[in-house]
């Protein structure tokens, strides 16, 4: 049909379903199987069947041992195993008392499963046209790996059942109203075919968010409703506030070049003198006498490197900084960089949402409370915390929500509240509650995805195909 109307096969599927919707056609299918030979069949027709092997052995062998058949033959002990059973079984061989073999009574008969399987050879054969011996053995050879292979064919046929009413030459019916089809019908009356509005149309993809965008503003609606004020910053931040002021000391592996990506040639401006000096003698002896610091030289050199972020927490220690004595509540949805090998888990640029709380009489239980409310406005209703440990804050919570999909828990983050190390040389004497995590990874869960770089590989099938609410 697609051939005679020069047109594709889509419209012709789609003007069949309209005609037969409307009686004018009947549409029938033909599901045809056949039974062809698979790798190991091929191999029964070409050295025999494993059960007619053993039976050779043994008429060549008249009076071997089981031991000893099991070693001239090249089967595996599996295999081998099955074909003496079935030899047995079928006559082609015997036993005698004190274990011997010998020929059966049928050893020299043709079986008629290799009648089935020789007939194969030449051609597939219709599973409908198999007679009623062909067809038991063919329900016994279908039960043996790899000796049969089945294939399955379709074909629509579609029947004239009635015209529609009229002629098509006799009267002309118009489809589209145009300028030039109002001024011909001055005067006289235009005859317009009806359209079936239910009808099946082609797919429209409009332009719309992507996945990632929409999950953005979704995790940014559930901070705002709870009171929660956004901050942003610089892609480029100095050392200081990535790792110093979160008390990470300079000799730290996650400040190695393996880890973290540095812009070089460019040094950071430091302008707090008063809070570079607290750091520097918080890093050496300690955020009070009688604490311990990290006991070695800090250098100021290191901190005013300058280095794509590895977190958003930069952001929230330079917040803390600025506003010692306000009682608040930040996030931030931000861009950070580690120095990754991409594969299925790890991306080296990736998205992280961070949640901080700084209050007078804030507490732990406080941050197991925000951090439930959260999730569960995420849409993850079993939230549970996990005691871990994490270096700037004391005590550390890791936590994890239940997937109905995947039907386990599922880490999703890590949380705690800020050590005095981290606070105090900023100049801050609340308690200060924080929370982040990957926003990939809970796209996974979102999305059903299980290679975290199908995000962002912008294929059109998997992008048309994702729901708004998943």
Do not use: C
């Not at 059960?51 to 002990?77: C, D, F, W, Y």
């Not at 790792?243 to 460019?266: E, K």
């Not at 950071?268 to 604490?291: C, F, M, P, Q, Y």
């Amino acid at each position: 049909m697609a051939r005679e109307t020069k047109g594709p096969t889509d419209r012709v599927r789609r003007t069949i379903e309209w005609l037969k919707e409307k009686g004018f056609v009947d549409v029938v299918t033909d599901v045809q199987r056949f039974v062809t030979l698979g790798p190991e069949g091929m191999i029964a027709v070409k050295n025999g069947l494993p059960e007619r092997q053993i039976a050779k052995i043994v008429k060549s062998n008249k009076g071997i041992t089981i031991p000893l058949l099991r070693s001239k033959s090249t089967m595996s002990e599996r295999e081998f195993n099955a074909a003496l059973g079935r030899a047995k079984s079928l006559g082609l061989i015997e036993v005698e008392a004190g274990g011997k073999l010998l020929p059966g009574s049928t050893s020299d008969k043709r079986l008629p499963d290799e009648d089935f399987l020789e007939s194969l050879a030449s051609k597939e054969r219709r599973i409908d046209e198999l007679n009623a011996d062909e067809k038991e053995v063919f329900g016994r050879l279908r039960n043996r790996p790899g000796l049969l292979e089945l294939k399955e064919t379709k074909q629509s046929l579609v029947r004239l059942v009635r015209l529609p009413p009229g002629s098509f030459e006799e009267e002309k019916l118009e489809t589209v109203v145009t300028p030039s089809l109002i001024k011909q019908s001055l005067g006289r009356k235009i005859a317009f075919s009806k359209i079936d509005v239910l009808a099946p149309s082609k797919p429209v993809y409009p332009g719309r968010e992507h996945p990632i965008t929409r999950l953005v503003r979704e995790v940014r609606n559930v901070w705002v409703s709870m009171g929660f004020e956004e901050i942003q910053g610089s892609l480029v931040q100095p050392s200081f506030w990535v790792f110093d002021a979160l008390f990470t000391p300079q000799d730290h592996p996650a400040r190695d070049m393996q880890d973290t990506l540095y812009v070089m040639g460019v040094r950071s401006k430091l302008n707090s003198e008063e809070i570079i000096d607290k750091v520097r003698a918080t890093h050496e002896n300690g955020w009070k006498t009688g604490s311990i610091g990290w006991r070695y030289k800090w250098s100021r050199n290191e901190s005013e490197r300058s280095v794509l972020r590895t977190h958003t927490t930069a952001l929230s220690s330079r917040y803390l900084a600025e506003n010692p004595d306000r009682e608040s509540r930040i996030f931030s949805i931000g861009r950070v960089f580690r120095n990754e090998s991409l594969d299925a888990t790890h991306l080296f640029e990736f998205m992280q949402i961070e949640g901080v709380v700084s209050e007078r009489g804030a507490t732990a239980r406080k941050l197991l409370g925000y951090m439930s409310e959260f999730y569960k406005g995420l849409g993850f209703e079993d939230v549970r915390f996990v005691p871990t440990y994490f270096p700037y804050t004391e005590p550390s919570f890791e936590p994890q929500v239940y997937s109905k999909q995947l039907e386990q828990w599922i880490e999703l983050g890590g949380s705690g509240v800020f050590r005095p190390e981290v606070v105090r040389p900023l100049g801050v004497k609340n308690n200060v509650l924080a929370w982040g995590f990957g926003l990939e990874r809970m796209a996974l869960l979102r999305y059903g995805l299980k290679d975290i770089r199908d995000l962002y590989s912008n294929s059109l099938k998997w992008l048309r195909g994702v729901r708004e609410y998943p």
